[in-house]
């Protein structure tokens, strides 16, 4: 294992575009949070987002499309090239190959997903007060030190690795950067999409089993009851897709020739 972990982080080191792809995700994020915020001003009550951690979160729609393209790459750049034989060859239990990689695009999520979340919730401490959203309306500076906040901070960093993970598995079972991509970016917005068009109950399970809908409520931090899923349930169901897509990956890169 020790060896494929060396291998795989080679590999990701000299991945084409991975380490601008890596500040894209701190970037993006940062800047979409920090321009969202920007753009809402707290002047009436009607006219507030009733959370601001989520509102300071926003950039994570977007940041983990880069998320995942990142981690297709990570498995498609060797099968485009054919170097995915070297890496069989090298290394013959296929699985261990498999592990190797996620904990390798696993790390570098983490790795980002931390700066770009962190960055985030400084923007909105930074920009929301001058917006309105100060304790005199009834919004507290954010803070980490508030466990919800916490929470919400923790979790969206482990939503982003597991979107990482659920990428890694789609881009194993189908071989094809274009394909994968697809995939989970039809995974992850079309739920969304959907949802309100089903109708009042019908679109509450939608978004109870999307794997962006439900994992997103994890961000949540105000009216919990509210929500379709609550927030720990929700990011356990983008846990159990991403937990599927790597069991098919396993057993397809076993079953497959290179």
């Known amino acids: 294992m020790i060896r494929a972990l060396s291998a795989e982080w080679a590999k990701a080191r000299t991945l084409p575009g991975a380490g601008w792809l890596l500040l894209g995700i701190v970037v993006l994020t940062v800047a979409v949070s920090a321009a969202t915020s920007a753009a809402l001003s707290c002047t009436s009550s009607a006219a507030c987002h009733p959370d601001i951690t989520q509102l300071s979160l926003t950039g994570t729609d977007l940041d983990q499309a880069v998320v995942a393209v990142i981690a297709v790459l990570a498995v498609t750049g060797e099968y485009a090239t054919g170097m995915i034989r070297v890496t069989l060859a090298a290394v013959p239990r296929r699985t261990v190959i498999l592990t190797a990689k996620a904990i390798v695009v696993t790390l570098l999520t983490l790795a980002a997903g931390t700066l770009a979340v962190l960055g985030s ?100 931090t105000v009216n919990l009851r509210t929500l379709p899923i609550a927030p720990w349930a929700g990011l356990g169901v983008l846990a159990a897709w991403s937990a599927a897509a790597l069991l098919a990956a396993a057993l397809l890169l076993r079953l497959r020739d290179a």
């Open 121 to 220: 919730l400084l923007a909105g401490r930074l920009i929301l007060p001058g917006q309105g959203y100060t304790p005199a309306h009834g919004y507290p500076d954010l803070s980490l030190a508030d466990p919800a906040v916490l929470r919400a901070t923790a979790g969206t960093v482990l939503y982003l690795a597991l979107i990482a993970l659920l990428s890694l598995g789609v881009a194993t079972c189908v071989r094809d950067a274009a394909a994968g991509i697809g995939i989970v970016l039809a995974l992850l917005y079309l739920f969304p999409i959907l949802g309100p068009l089903l109708g009042a109950d019908l679109g509450r399970h939608v978004q109870q089993i999307g794997p962006m809908t439900a994992g997103l409520a994890i961000q949540a």
